[in-house]
């Protein structure tokens, strides 16, 4: 009962009660926290799903239908018929128009993703084998991001998704991704803001968003990259621009480029 419950829920509420993160159970989408979500969930609800239901009741009636009307009892001597011009062209313009239906708004939701507005803040997303790495380019800011192991969670710390560093962003400010690997294919999905790219060794790859909420966002990497790919969890934290000027100066001094890139060279030197 409590199983049936949750998928109920999952089904027909994830669009009022979840946010932020995948529960128990869900099916819907998580609570949408961009335009750019918010389109995605209007495109699925709104257009795919009624087509989706209409197909297959359409379907399902002409297999019952065909299973009561040319039953054998009903046709001692079947039909011979092979061909009917008339069906034959139907069954491939109707599904010629409902592709095209489908693509219109698809493209114009692609578009708007792929075409990034004047940025307020651009992030560089680095995934390695298996955690992310992330730069905040303008700030000299570097550091490295690893799921918290869970022995160490913490009380309302999701499994498998919290993080020992999380980017911090402001709400309602144009954010840049820039994405790329050092190792083997990752994908960067955050699916509250309606992103995901992949992250391919050599090349950058360019996403956007605009959390319209406070809060913590979960995403995790999307890509097959090995043994540990489901231990490479994204967070995002959306803060008010007050508190995200503080964590900015305490973040210069933690986690200042040049402190770390030093570091690094003293133990390459040894």
Excluded at 134 to 145: G, N, Q, T
Aim: charged share 25%; net charge positive; aromatic share 12%.
């Amino acid at each position: 009962m409590k199983k049936l419950f949750y998928i109920f829920s999952g089904t027909f509420l994830s669009q009022s009660a979840f946010a932020n993160q995948p529960v128990d159970w869900q099916l819907g989408f998580q609570k949408a926290a961009s335009e750019s979500m918010r389109d995605i969930v209007a495109f699925h609800d709104k257009l795919l799903l009624p087509i989706i239901i209409a197909i297959s009741v359409f379907v399902l009636f002409l297999m019952l239908y065909a299973c009561v009307r040319f039953r054998a009892s009903a046709n001692p001597n079947p039909s011979k018929r092979t061909h009917n011009v008339t069906v034959e062209v139907l069954w491939t313009l109707i599904p010629c128009l409902i592709l095209i239906i489908m693509a219109v708004p698809s493209f114009k939701i692609l578009y708007k993703q792929d075409a990034i507005p004047k940025a307020d803040l651009t992030i560089k997303a680095i995934g390695y084998q298996w955690y992310w790495g992330y730069e905040y380019p303008d700030e000299k800011i570097i550091f490295d991001s690893y799921m918290i192991e869970e022995k160490d969670l913490k009380a309302n710390q999701p499994r498998l998704l919290a993080v020992d560093n999380e980017v911090v962003v402001p709400v309602d400010k144009v954010v840049k991704v820039l994405i790329t690997a050092n190792d083997v294919l990752h994908a960067w999905a955050l699916p509250s803001f309606g992103v995901k790219r992949d992250a391919v060794p050599g090349r950058i790859n360019e996403t956007w968003f605009k959390a319209e909420k406070v809060g913590t966002y979960y995403g995790q990497c999307s890509e097959l990259c090995g043994i540990k790919h489901a231990f490479m969890p994204i967070a995002v934290k959306v803060v008010s621009e007050e508190e995200y000027q503080k964590w900015l100066s305490e973040a210069r001094v933690k986690f200042a480029k040049e402190e770390i890139e030093n570091d690094k060279l003293k133990l390459a030197s040894k």
